[in-house]
């Protein structure tokens, strides 16, 4: 695919409104779209989203490839709503996670010592990846700053390793304004998970600030 084509998919990546509910929990799905498109262009059916393939929400082809990818197959478990439990090991990581206030911003820690990729998304669709990160309690990463606009408004934290990877988010309850918890979302090689995150760490920084 030649730089003028990859150049249109970029541009549709970039404006297109939808994204998988669940893998945007881990992932910067728009980058990492285009990100496997450039490797595998033929797995992603790109050259049947050309020409302009924002038009008629063609990329969304792509889009939909990518999700199933990462996530067809899994089950999906509520375990707020039911009796299933997350897996051991993301337990015992969430159970080192730390929300410390410092200055105005508050912040997350992972005392579990291992290396993974880290996505932050802040409100209005701000993001970064930062990859191959060795955690532990001493590092720690903001995800609000009382001086940042919108800072009520929801984030995501995720961390990445091999086999598993983990996500903070705050939302609202049943989609009512103004009132929110803090979940968390598991994901491996067989299932997706959701629970309350004040079941493992403390909680309470992040909601003084979060409306919902």
């Known amino acids: 695919m030649d730089k003028k084509d990859l150049n249109e998919i970029k541009a549709a ?3 297109m409104d939808y994204k ?3 893998l945007s929990k881990f992932y910067d ?6 990100k496997e ?16 393939p924002l038009n008629d929400n063609k990329i969304i082809k792509c889009i939909n490839i990518l999700d199933a990818k990462y996530t067809k197959n899994k089950e999906h478990y509520d375990c707020v709503r039911t009796p299933v439990g ?4 993301a337990v015992e990581i969430l159970k080192t996670m730390a929300v410390t206030e410092d200055g105005g911003s508050v912040n997350i820690s992972v005392g579990t010592e291992l290396t993974a990729d880290i996505y932050i998304n802040i409100p209005r669709g701000n993001s970064m990846e930062i990859t191959n990160v060795k955690l532990g309690q001493d590092v720690r990463f903001e995800v609000m700053n009382t001086f940042n606009p919108y800072v009520s408004e ?3 934290f995720a961390i990445r390793t091999e086999d598993l990877s983990i996500s903070v988010e705050p ?5 009512i304004k103004g009132q929110g918890d803090v979940f968390v979302y598991v994901m491996n090689e067989n299932a997706i998970y959701k629970d309350e995150a004040d079941k493992y760490f403390d909680v309470s920084e992040i909601l003084k600030i979060f409306r919902g």
């Open 13 to 15: 990546i970039k404006y």
């Open 37 to 52: 498109i450039q490797e595998d262009e033929e797995f992603y059916k790109a050259s049947t989203v050309l020409p302009n």
């Open 86 to 89: 997350l897996p051991e090991k």
């Open 29 to 34: 799905v728009k980058s990492l779209l285009f």
């Open 20 to 22: 998988p509910l669940l």
């Open 171 to 175: 939302s609202s309850l049943e989609g």
């Open 154 to 156: 929801s984030f995501i």
